[in-house]
Every structure is written in C-alpha cells, then in structure tokens.
Nanobody, 125 residues
C-alpha cells in the first residue's frame, strides 16, 4: 500500500524554524532517493532537497545552508529541518521519490505517481 503522510508545517515568523516529517510505506522508502518538493501558490511543484539511501544529499540553491534533509531508514521516515525561514518559503511541502537524485527545481518527476496531502508552511510576520 502506498503511503506518504507529511506533517509538521504551520505558521512561522521570518527567521523561524520548522521540522517537517514524512511517514512513508516501506515499499516507497526502499527506493534509493527521497526528496522534499514544495508548491507555492500559482507556481509549479519544485524539488528542493534530495537524500539518497546512502545519505548523500543535494539542495536547491535557494534553500542551501538553511534546510537539512535527513532520513531514518529503520522508521521509514523522512525529515526536513528548515531554519532561517523566509516568506518565499511559503508553500505546501510534499515528500516523494525523485526519479533522479541529481535533479532539482522544476520538472523533477517522481517514481511514485502518488502525492500525499502535503503540509502547509506559511512564513509571515
């Protein structure tokens, strides 16, 4: 059964922090790469952070140095620690399985043709 359940979003002031979590089914988590996508109002979904099963990470320039992606393979859980948040980080955040771990930004198709409900992050003063 396919399962992707995101949580941890909410309202936060600029400069604040949030930690997102994604509970995935074991079948999905066994796939090599997991990633965090986000979709801002009126924009396409973009991939901002990727982590391979071996722990190698890759970040979009816009979040590099502020976001940290991690995974717990034993718990089938993906995380995104977001620090120094900016208003432009406001979006619905989703986890999924990018087809290519080197892909970032727009047009990075996931292996799994399924999206969870996402978790809303709103950065505003």
């Amino acid at each position: 059964q396919v399962q992707l359940v995101e949580s941890g979003g909410g309202p936060v002031q600029p400069g604040g922090s949030l930690r997102l979590s994604c509970a995935a089914s074991g079948t999905i988590f066994s796939i090599n790469a997991m990633g965090w996508y986000r979709q801002a109002p009126g924009k396409q979904r973009e991939l901002v952070a990727v982590i391979r099963r071996d722990g190698i990470t890759n970040y979009r320039d816009s979040v590099k140095g502020r976001f940290t992606i991690s995974r717990d393979n034993a718990k089938n859980t993906l995380y995104l620690q977001m620090n120094s948040l900016k208003p432009e980080d406001t979006a619905v955040y989703y986890c999924n399985t990018p087809m290519y771990s080197s892909c970032l930004g727009y047009g990075c198709q996931p292996i799994i043709d399924y999206w969870g409900q996402g978790t809303q992050v709103t950065v505003s003063s």
